[in-house]
């Protein structure tokens, strides 16, 4: 059977090559919303994180509709920490949009995603966008994409794969680079060039989960492509996996939804082709396979990378712990953490060493960090450790995890790019000028990467443009010094006055200022000295009969500088925690004690 009224396409790219924006007209021209209807800018980013920070986290399902053929869209993440997102819904579709930035052409991400579609033998449609831009050069970038199909031994079919000139700002689409009004040649190409599903109708059940979802009132979701057979509400089925990983057990789908537009409409049975959400199986997870009861088929899955990097989170002990959060406990903890494994398929949770810590692999800071913000808007309270990154060993020698990383920075920046990454042990594989700026590309040890992308940014002016992506593991590189700052810490609890502010930082920068609450063993800023330096943020001046504590406001601060997130991680070094509540993040010595601190580095010596 050939399913011609349905097309499965995913859209794949690099980071900010405007994915969701094209989705976005896509639906808006394919009938999902009226013509009066206010829609927001990049409705498929539904999570608040995906909009402040203008990228996509997680992989999400959509249709669109074209001459009555309904067309099933998966919009995907383009940043290389969620790459896990990736490989796993490309097995739903049958075609993939290669979404590649007229300016800037394929970077590491679009080398990744194409490589996953064209071992699955996709079918591949090009779509050079933001061809509006005044600096676009489609020619060039097209010429870039074939060279990367060559390298990436594509097929002579793929290699011919037609190329769309998109807009998807203005919602325009031609296939020459002059712009027609809307993105009827976009749809057109999908409905002729992307094969329909086909399969069994008659055959007994077979549907791959490639994704999961879950509700608060049905528990987990499973969402799949069916391929073969037919689906009921209410339907007795088996649930087995492909690498025996589970017995197989028998179970009932008690709810049917099927995808129109953002909703998910109830359906009380679904075909061959249809991609699905289905509730009713508690024990459901990514990569199992549904099949009829009487005949138990599992579908290969793909496997999935490994982690690279690893925090250690655990249960916030600081003196302000439980003043702030809604879920402080080792419960809480364990419970939420577990939770998002039924979603994230690219982490790995275990056990630390005692039960108020627990182990968080993952696949980059950008990964882990967006884990750890999401927590936090939800009201948990803890702590999290340095990251580190994860090691193998194979015959006796010890093996890390490696980075391409491709920098497009000024011409004038380049050497001391050069110099930075060549002090974290790196390898320079290329040059390439680009009119004023240069494209210098890179092999680094992952561990090399931690803390330095604020740096390059204050090298390069804040002008240049850093791209990362896994590439294996290599013999260690030896040892790289980390950070080249000491931390200051605060000398007693109390509340940072004017006074004590003022003298501190003539030993170096803040993070705080007057008024904040601390804690003793609270790293309060950074010194460029070797030794961390105890400092009094809470001394006040002594009031007399000559001088009183109204003088303070004559002192002048240095505003202090405020950390982000990633920033705080990036910067913590292995005998600190960052403390994260929903109001604050404030980093904390492991040992808060200054004198059992003094006392442990003593006894080191």
């Given at each position: 059977?050939?399913?011609?009224?349905?097309?499965?396409?995913?859209?794949?790219?690099?980071?900010?090559?405007?994915?969701?924006?094209?989705?976005?007209e896509?639906?808006?021209?394919?009938?999902?919303?009226?013509?009066?209807?206010?829609?927001?800018?990049?409705?498929?980013?539904?999570?608040?994180?995906?909009?402040?920070?203008?990228?996509?986290?997680?992989?999400?399902?959509?249709?669109?509709?074209?001459?009555?053929?309904k067309?099933n869209?998966?919009?995907?993440?383009?940043?290389?920490?969620?790459?896990?997102?990736?490989?796993?819904?490309?097995?739903?579709?049958?075609?993939?949009?290669?979404?590649?930035?007229?300016?800037?052409?394929?970077?590491?991400?679009?080398?990744?995603?194409?490589?996953?579609?064209?071992?699955?033998?996709?079918?591949?449609?090009?779509?050079?966008?933001k061809?509006?831009?005044?600096?676009?050069?489609?020619?060039?970038?097209?010429?870039?994409?074939?060279?990367?199909?060559m390298?990436?031994?594509?097929?002579?079919?793929?290699?011919d794969?037609?190329?769309?000139?998109?807009?998807?700002?203005?919602?325009?689409?031609?296939?020459?680079?002059?712009?027609?009004?809307?993105?009827t040649?976009?749809f057109?190409?999908?409905?002729?060039?992307?094969?329909?599903?086909?399969?069994?109708?008659?055959?007994?059940?077979?549907?791959?989960?490639?994704?999961?979802?879950?509700?608060?009132?049905?528990?987990?979701?499973?969402?799949?492509?069916?391929?073969?057979?037919?689906?009921?509400?209410?339907?007795?089925?088996?649930?087995?996996?492909?690498?025996?990983?589970?017995?197989?057990y028998?179970?009932?789908?008690?709810?049917?939804?099927?995808?129109?537009?953002?909703?998910?409409?109830?359906?009380?049975?679904?075909?061959?082709?249809?991609?699905?959400?289905?509730?009713?199986?508690?024990?459901?997870?990514?990569?199992?396979?549904?099949?009829?009861?009487?005949?138990?088929?599992?579908?290969?899955?793909?496997?999935?990378?490994?982690?690279?990097?690893?925090?250690?989170?655990?249960?916030?002990?600081?003196?302000?712990?439980?003043?702030?959060?809604?879920?402080?406990?080792t419960?809480?903890?364990?419970?939420?953490?577990?939770?998002?494994l039924?979603?994230?398929?690219?982490?790995?949770?275990?056990?630390?060493?005692?039960?108020?810590?627990?182990?968080?692999?993952?696949?980059?800071?950008?990964?882990?960090s967006?884990?750890?913000?999401?927590?936090?808007?939800?009201?948990?309270?803890?702590?999290?450790s340095?990251?580190k990154?994860?090691?193998?060993?194979?015959?006796?020698?010890?093996?890390?995890?490696?980075?391409q990383?491709?920098?497009?920075?000024?011409?004038?920046?380049?050497?001391?790019?050069?110099?930075?990454?060549?002090?974290?042990?790196?390898?320079?594989?290329?040059?390439?000028?680009?009119?004023?700026?240069?494209?210098?590309?890179?092999?680094?040890?992952?561990?090399?990467?931690?803390?330095?992308?604020?740096?390059f940014?204050?090298?390069?002016?804040?002008?240049?443009?850093?791209?990362?992506?896994?590439?294996?593991?290599?013999?260690?590189?030896?040892?790289?010094?980390?950070?080249?700052?000491?931390?200051?810490?605060?000398?007693?609890?109390?509340?940072?006055?004017?006074?004590?502010?003022?003298?501190?930082?003539?030993?170096?920068?803040?993070?705080?200022?007057?008024?904040?609450?601390?804690?003793?063993g609270?790293?309060?800023?950074?010194?460029?000295?070797?030794?961390?330096?105890?400092?009094?943020?809470?001394?006040?001046?002594?009031?007399?009969?000559?001088?009183?504590?109204?003088?303070?406001?004559a002192?002048?601060?240095?505003?202090?500088?405020?950390?982000?997130?990633?920033?705080?991680?990036e910067?913590?070094?292995?005998?600190e925690?960052?403390?994260?509540t929903?109001?604050?993040?404030?980093?904390?010595?492991?040992?808060?004690?200054?004198?059992?601190?003094?006392?442990?580095?003593?006894?080191?010596?």
């Amino acid at each position: 059977m050939i399913r011609n009224d349905l097309r499965n396409i995913a859209i794949i790219a690099h980071v900010d090559h405007g994915k969701t924006t094209l989705v976005n007209e896509m639906l808006k021209q394919g009938g999902i919303f009226r013509d009066n209807q206010a829609v927001v800018d990049r409705v498929m980013d539904s999570n608040d994180l995906e909009r402040e920070r203008g990228i996509t986290i997680l992989a999400k399902n959509t249709a669109a509709y074209y001459k009555d053929i309904k067309i099933n869209i998966i919009d995907t993440p383009g940043h290389a920490d969620f790459g896990g997102e990736v490989e796993r819904i490309l097995k739903m579709v049958s075609g993939v949009l290669l979404l590649v930035d007229a300016v800037e052409g394929p970077m590491p991400q679009t080398r990744f995603v194409l490589q996953k579609a064209l071992e699955l033998n996709h079918k591949i449609i090009l779509c050079v966008n933001k061809v509006d831009r005044a600096d676009a050069d489609p020619e060039r970038v097209v010429n870039e994409v074939l060279d990367l199909l060559m390298d990436l031994d594509a097929s002579p079919e793929q290699f011919d794969s037609p190329i769309v000139y998109c807009s998807g700002r203005n919602g325009t689409a031609s296939m020459t680079v002059d712009q027609k009004e809307d993105l009827t040649d976009l749809f057109e190409t999908i409905i002729n060039y992307i094969d329909p599903p086909e399969g069994d109708e008659n055959g007994s059940l077979q549907l791959l989960v490639s994704s999961i979802d879950y509700n608060d009132y049905v528990g987990r979701i499973g969402i799949g492509r069916i391929e073969r057979g037919v689906i009921n509400v209410n339907q007795d089925v088996t649930v087995c996996d492909y690498h025996e990983a589970t017995t197989p057990y028998k179970a009932r789908i008690v709810s049917l939804m099927q995808i129109s537009g953002l909703r998910r409409v109830p359906v009380q049975t679904a075909k061959v082709g249809d991609i699905v959400c289905f509730a009713g199986i508690s024990e459901i997870t990514i990569g199992n396979t549904v099949c009829q009861a009487n005949n138990v088929e599992p579908l290969p899955f793909v496997k999935i990378g490994d982690p690279t990097l690893e925090m250690h989170f655990m249960v916030n002990d600081s003196p302000f712990a439980g003043k702030e959060g809604k879920y402080v406990t080792t419960r809480h903890l364990r419970d939420r953490l577990y939770r998002e494994l039924l979603k994230d398929v690219s982490l790995h949770v275990e056990d630390g060493e005692n039960t108020d810590t627990f182990i968080v692999k993952g696949r980059g800071e950008m990964h882990l960090s967006v884990l750890i913000e999401t927590m936090r808007r939800e009201g948990y309270e803890f702590s999290v450790s340095m990251p580190k990154v994860l090691y193998k060993k194979e015959n006796g020698k010890l093996l890390e995890p490696m980075e391409q990383l491709i920098a497009d920075v000024p011409t004038e920046s380049v050497g001391v790019v050069m110099e930075k990454i060549g002090s974290r042990k790196g390898e320079l594989i290329g040059m390439t000028p680009m009119n004023s700026r240069t494209r210098v590309e890179f092999k680094v040890p992952a561990r090399g990467l931690i803390g330095y992308k604020n740096e390059f940014l204050t090298d390069t002016k804040g002008e240049g443009i850093l791209n990362t992506l896994f590439i294996g593991y290599e013999e260690y590189k030896g040892d790289i010094t980390r950070r080249a700052t000491a931390s200051l810490v605060a000398y007693e609890s109390g509340e940072a006055c004017t006074y004590g502010l003022f003298n501190a930082q003539d030993r170096g920068p803040l993070f705080i200022g007057p008024n904040t609450p601390v804690y003793e063993g609270m790293v309060v800023g950074y010194t460029m000295h070797q030794d961390d330096i105890v400092v009094n943020v809470c001394k006040r001046k002594h009031v007399s009969n000559m001088r009183s504590s109204a003088s303070d406001e004559a002192l002048r601060l240095t505003p202090p500088r405020r950390l982000s997130l990633e920033e705080m991680l990036e910067f913590i070094s292995e005998d600190e925690l960052l403390e994260v509540t929903p109001k604050n993040l404030r980093i904390r010595k492991r040992t808060l004690s200054n004198m059992y601190r003094a006392k442990e580095k003593f006894g080191k010596k």
